[in-house]
């Protein structure tokens, strides 16, 4: 009768998601009189990126006996930077390897991706929109791990409260089609939200875009704070020539002040490219949510103080200057 | 003071990850005494894919008042297949439309990416052993997924006991590096174990491969089920010469019974290159771990019985014969 | 005060047109008393295409004491076939060699090209829109090529009065933008045009295209024989996508009569995947208008009965059996 | 009993190439007593290129009710460029469409074509010999736009004519066949030219090119002023190699003041490398005269002074500080 | 006062062109009391190719005491075929391994292009004319070694005195250069030769060489065997066309049974080109000549009849059922 | 009862690998009182190179009664310079055009190779070790021009006897194999070497190749020179990975003193980044045995003072400031 199939909270920190071979190594390595050892463990990438997920790996390792140095959340990383290292007796540490490497794994590549998207974006914002592609228990690691690399807020509620920010978003063609049509809707909205609340309204459902946002703009008048254009790819998706036309016809007819909010398959490359032309904020999922996790390695780097390695890897500590120590 | 970031079953169960708009969509379809409208919801898939994570969505939406038609795990679809209908009160389900998404995207693209490893393995054998780079929360839920598509077993302690399966795997390198010698850990390892465990030992940590391998052989004779070779990358990795140079040597030395079992970076073109030559079967990690969540889209397809839809798509009901009707 | 710079029929009938140095050669010829040699000459093109052009051919050698063989318009051509092949004293031809490739060449590669987009519609039609493209003093010479290459039907009014047939085409965006609505233009050129008339209505002006479609579908109601979509590049142009939804909703709301006709950039493989999806008809511009012409050469190849040949030619006649005798 | 298919100069001036749908618009316009409305419309090209044709539309549009700005003829312009602006009442100009925009096109085409191997040419100077490939209709005025483009000279005699220059060019191949040896003939046109006439002779008819060069100098002597190498693709047309050999023995018997005179198949590319190793002069055909014609399009962007545009266009004057007020 | 650097004869039977290391090797395994080891050594290519080269190495290798099985010169070899193995104490032949590997390399790479040509004449004959492109000791090994792979005849007169045949060839250009004139020499030519020798003369010095071949065949009547194309790349190499347009005018000339012989630059593909349209006969040069030399590995396989291999290799002999017993 | 098909020194010197064509145009010229005439030839290569053979030309040239200049042994030339000229009465050199030729054609390649190796070296050393790759008679005539072209020295012994230096060079795989151990036939090595003899030892035969150092480097201590690295393709070759962990794990045992030394499929390519992470000395083989020899041309530029080509080449002497004269 589990309803849901991920780990608990309490599962991941008594470490159920271990693999079950560190396990026995502890039960052999005890049996040899050798599970006390103190060894020097050091965790790197394979690649660049940003960091993320140390704050949980953090809370499994509180009071372990051990020292720990690690990087900060937000800070850069390059291919084989030993971005933690943890030294102490290694049935201290031992069976957390496989939770610790994937928490990090999973909030690396995800704050990785949002960091290019802001590189994309410059002074310009954008909201995660990912959380339907993920499952639901790490929605919300996903759009912590966002805000991290750089994202101006989340859609999902549970991430917004964890982030202590409101959850962001306009109405989704569901409510459209529902109603039956753009106007009726957003004059419904623009009265039931609150005074402070910016309008934004979704404009591709039933017509032409352009002649939507001028219809719209009409109808809610200096209450609109901007339109969202979502064209489907059966339609061509967002082009940059569409938001000219439609930056240069709102202008036109003295909406200059309605913004242009973009969502849909949005990639660095076509953010740059609408920035240009007129759009004022981005809306991305797939980019974000579908980032490979950025695969960690941890290697036993010294034995009772002497450098040790397996063959292929150089025995010894791997010094980065930007470690710091951490009060567990 | 809450000390990991995913989202807890009872978080998930009420809607607290979904996003902020469908909340607001119900409010404002309420003010326009439009919530209760009966509609139709389609869910479908942009790529081809192995379907997973239902178990999930039909506990997510049990005691709503609706129906349901959905695919069975396990079975394959194509592009813009229905794989689920759902038909009732748009409150009933609307708010879980990010919930429902995102726990079909995840499992669907790892149980894809294991079915193509299946495909690859033929008749033999492969565990996942991916868990270490995904967040521990999901862990439970990739191995689980990894299952369904075709793996053989899971490394995973939480995702064995889901499955009621034995979680399986040899000893780490850690173990090696911290007893000095391969063949000193071997033969506590072999003495350790109950009697009916398959012993398989890693051969690349300290020497030439052949070499080791011949020399566990003899150490623990027919007690070893089976070696694991993981050369790393910067050693050129595991290749097709290796394998056939070690099967050739083991079998010369009156070895033919002893399995080798291939790890490190393993992809269904090197699974396939390596059984040819004599590997028996295979750990596979991030092929499945990073395989991108396969997006899921939910369209509204009929308002009051009347077929709809926004710009771009089709109206009305598309049928598929795999639809069986779920019991909520 | 020459007022348009293309040549009068009679300045290409009396040879004004020819290369300069035809006419030196036969003073020089004279001068050594061979201008009366008898030869014989062929014209090949080096490419595949369609025969045409060879009508004003005959018209400019009338008269001439000469024996000709030709093929018939229409007819396909391979590269190096003999295409035209002339007999008699050389005086009497050879100042018109200019005159007559250059009547073959640009027919034969409008002609050629048509035949490429005929084969791309199969049985569905076409018409040549490309006589905005040309000077128009060849407009016609265009068109007339084109219906030999197979279209339907041509836009010039003075190429259709050659063809003896009726000028076809809609309204133009023009009459639209004009006109501020395209639903009120449509009810006036429905009034206005004789009973028999097929009238078809441009609809991508000011409106998401199958939205107007619907619109003038319900104004004109079975008056309305089509409708054109010329999408400009700035919107993706006309996808199948498009055409898709257009036939899928023009049919769900009871149009299916409607036909579907399509301009605007088409290609022999944008016109195939055009009408898998429901295209009826196609209207060709440029790719009628911008092919290059088919370059003929005319070589001597026996003089007074001996086979010549320049260098890296081979010398004597090139058999055809599609040739035939002229009687001039 | 028409014996060329090209409209004549009358036909074009009164319009009757024009599309079939202008008439009609006008019509339409007519009963909806919209026929006088004051428009504004602009043509642009979508392709950089040379302008040429202007004065032919200058002698169409004489004494209609309009205002024109324009750009002078061998002017560059970009894409979307604004080459032309009408104003007036729509029925003053309206069915003019067509045949302006085409009278255009196949101008800048041919003019374009021509200033690309201007470029390559540098100092030395070309000939069109391009008449032979088009229409003879057209042929004239390919030649003249080809001289607005930067052509040094024209074989056809009527576009010679028309830009009051003498036509230039060699004698053919055919020629050389009759009279059976290339010296005998240039001897004979020695003899036959006026004093003043620059005397060339093709050299690959039937002998090795240097080899013949050298003849038909030491025959003509000062009387030579150069040689056309012309040899066919069969027999690898003319190289580089070649000319530099050709120069080089041309020189080292004494007739360093004998021209190489260059022609077939030429295109910049090839011009730039047979400049280099000593070829003085040029003869180009195909590459002028297979241009594409440059597509114009006109676009309506003020309706009685407000500015219009159909979807996917911005609406309002485009400015272009190259556009000269004309004087009908 | 050593005039020439290749090694003798002599030095190369006493094995003064090994490797110093095996040297060095053998006083070392002296010192081990194991040079008399008894050893099996194989030795294989890497690649596909044409088996040459043995009769020297059974002369190396006569009068050892050793066991010797081999393949059949012009047999063919696949990548890792044993092409000869070889039993007995080390010391008998280890000093050897340089001299044989080398013998083989270069005879084996030489025929190899050899058969290659062959394959793309069917049943045309060629000859090698590489001797100008390698050192003159190696001449001879190389014609031989053609001549084993395919090909007919050689020019080098020491390599057709070992191989028992008559050296084959033309006059070379310089002849025609200092002669001044191909005729002229021809005659002298056809003259001084003994009846039945097949008088061939090179025809592009000095004029087009279709000119050329028509004067020579008119001078030398039936006397002439064939004419040889020898275009230099500067002047394009000879092509497909010309040798088409050569055979075509001999032909209609009445020469028919004048042969065509091509030589310059010639590989397989060219060849199969020209012999579609009429070359007769070819001569190959630097295909031959430059062709890589076959690497050849030895390895011991066996060491007193126990199977026994380097890393990366697999233990024990390799059986080809090619391999012969050979009496040394 | 010829033993080796080489050519022997007094065969190449009395012209018996000429080709006999040379011999028969002697014979004609004769025949027309022309063998006399003075001619001035120059040889040219195709390419960029570095210039061997020389001497082995002017031994040939010896005592005729000419005139030479030529280049430097181991200067570099650039395509068509002129590197011999050579003038005299045609019968005293024409019957050594193909010797001459082919001896240079052979160095000049191997020298150029080695050249290419000697660059990305840079100020490291290499051996050729390609002696087992060519024809033992060339061989010496191999490793001379490799020396020309950089190498440090060379295996083959009688090379070295004509260079007048030490033959250099390692232990063989076959050695290794016969003593059964690495470790046992290194320290005889050691104690059976002159004191002055640098010993490197063969590391990768029976184990891992950084634990086989280390145990050899143990065994000899100070007595080791360096180590040699020749891992077989079957198992990833020599990579820079290897080389960069080796070096870390000699350093870090205390034996920094240790050389690494590499042979295997070497080229100027890998050479540079394997010397990038520490190799400090090659061995290279194929790269220069197999470099295709640079084909030479000799054309007669001048014929009794008068310049002359044939088609396609220019006539006259062709300056060299490189060339100098030679005393025969
Ligand atoms: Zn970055
Ligand atoms: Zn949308
Ligand atoms: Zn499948
Ligand atoms: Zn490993
Ligand atoms: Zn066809
Ligand atoms: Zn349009
Ligand atoms: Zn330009
Ligand atoms: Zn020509
Ligand atoms: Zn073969
Ligand atoms: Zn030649
Ligand atoms: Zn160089
Ligand atoms: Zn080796």
Redesign the pocket.
């Known amino acids: 009768d589990r309803k849901i199939h991920s780990a608990t909270h309490e599962e991941i920190l008594k470490g159920a998601t271990t693999d079950i071979y560190f396990l026995r190594t502890l039960d052999i390595l005890k049996e040899m009189d050798l599970d006390s050892t103190t060894v020097t463990a050091e965790i790197f990438p394979r690649k660049?990126g940003?960091f993320a997920g140390i704050e949980e790996v953090k809370n499994i390792l509180k009071n372990k006996d051990i020292e720990m140095w690690t990087l900060d959340e937000g800070e850069?990383f390059s291919p084989k930077d030993t971005v933690i290292r943890i030294k102490g007796p290694y049935k201290e540490f031992g069976a957390y390897e496989t939770v610790i490497l994937g928490a990090l794994a999973s909030a690396c590549g995800w704050a990785t991706a949002a960091?290019e998207i802001k590189?994309a974006c410059g002074e310009k914002s954008f909201l995660c929109f990912g959380a339907r592609h993920v499952h639901p228990s790490v929605a919300p690691v996903m759009e912590r791990a966002a805000v991290i690399g750089g994202a101006n807020g989340a859609s999902c509620i549970l991430a917004a409260k964890l982030l202590d920010i409101q959850p962001s978003g306009t109405l989704p063609h569901a409510a459209m089609l529902i109603a039956g049509d753009t106007k009726k809707i957003a004059e419904v909205y623009d009265e039931v939200m609150p005074e402070d609340h910016k309008r934004i309204v979704l404009v591709d459902t039933f017509k032409d875009e352009v002649e939507e946002s001028l219809r719209i703009a009409k109808a809610l008048g200096k209450n609109l704070y901007g339109i969202r254009v979502d064209t489907p790819s059966e339609r061509g998706g967002v082009t940059p020539n569409l938001i000219k036309e439609l930056r240069y016809k709102l202008d036109m007819a003295g909406y200059n002040y309605v913004k242009i909010f973009v969502s849909g398959g949005l990639t660095p490359d076509r953010i740059k490219k609408l920035s240009e032309v007129g759009a004022d904020s981005f809306g991305v999922g797939s980019y974000i949510s579908a980032a490979s996790p950025i695969d960690m390695t941890m290697d036993i780097k010294e034995v009772e103080g002497k450098p040790v390695a397996k063959r292929g890897r150089l025995p010894g500590l791997v010094d980065n200057p930007k470690l710091k120590y951490v009060q567990l």
Chains 1, 2, 3, 4, 5, 6 share one sequence.
């Open positions: 660049h940003v850069e960091r590189e």
